[in-house]
Nanobody
């Protein structure tokens, strides 16, 4: 089992910045890629950014110029700059777990609320 705990969310004015953190614990030795997702009220959960175990990153087009994902072993971060009201959502940490001879697993954190006021 892997546990993911996010932190760093909060209320910020448009144009401001926040840094989200995700700490993984438990059986972290087989975590492959990690990612941030978000879900706004009434909308589907969407990918924000992902980072592989080797550090390769991928961003949603609308966020690539404002958000930066990084990772340090079992910790993952999302630096969010120039925040907009439409960035308001619950942000979730995601981990892809893989081990030979075992079925792959996906783990989710409980989410952290980000609210951007206009």
């Amino acid at each position: 089992q892997v546990q993911l705990v996010e932190s760093g969310g909060g209320l910020v004015q448009a144009g401001g910045s926040l840094r989200l953190s995700c700490v993984a614990s438990g059986n972290i030795g087989n975590i492959n890629a990690m990612a941030w997702y978000r879900q706004a009220p009434g909308k589907q959960r969407e990918l924000v950014a992902s980072i592989s175990s080797s550090g390769t990153t991928n961003y949603a087009d609308s966020m690539k110029d404002r958000f930066t994902i990084s990772r340090d072993n079992a910790k993952m971060y999302l630096q969010m700059n120039s925040l907009k009201p439409e960035d308001t959502a619950v942000y979730y940490c995601n981990a892809d777990w893989r081990r030979p001879m075992y079925a792959p697993r996906t783990y989710w954190g409980q989410g952290t609320q980000v609210t951007v006021s206009s």
